[in-house]
């Protein structure tokens, strides 16, 4: 039975960071894409970052870049979210999800394998 359990979402001032973790259980972590998504009240799940497992590249929504990094430990089964220059409009409940493939699609319906998640508020 797979299972994704995100960790580290709180309460922040704008301007401050924030490290989100995702540990997996139940698949082979080395095999599968991760990604970072994210849903405000009364809008749709959009995807905030992916990355591969074997080259480990990257993917980042435009409205994250150059705050936010992502980054995987495959011995670990852990995936990263590092957060900085937060800003309120990133407040959001944020998931974690795995793809059984090793491409960079970060799009909601591409992946299989979802957490509960975990809630981010930023406040002015």
């Known amino acids: 039975q797979v299972q994704i359990v995100e960790s580290g979402g709180g309460l922040v001032q704008a301007g401050g960071s924030l490290r989100l973790s995702c540990t997996t259980s139940?698949?082979?972590?080395?095999?599968?894409?991760m990604g970072w998504f994210r849903q405000a009240p009364g809008k749709e799940r959009e995807g905030v970052s992916c990355?591969?497992?074997?080259?480990?590249?990257?993917y980042y929504g435009d409205f994250v870049k150059g705050r936010f990094t992502i980054s995987r430990d495959n011995a670990k089964n852990t995936l990263y979210l590092q957060m900085n220059s937060l800003k309120p409009e990133d407040t959001a409940m944020y998931y974690c999800?795995?793809?059984?493939?090793?491409?960079?699609?970060?799009?909601?319906?591409?992946?299989?394998?979802w957490g509960q998640g975990t809630q981010v508020t930023v406040s002015s």
């Open positions: 999800a795995a793809r059984p493939f090793d491409d960079l699609r970060c799009r909601t319906d591409d992946y299989n394998y």
């Open positions: 139940g698949l082979r972590f080395g095999g599968y894409v």
């Open positions: 990355i591969t497992w074997s080259d480990l590249s990257t």
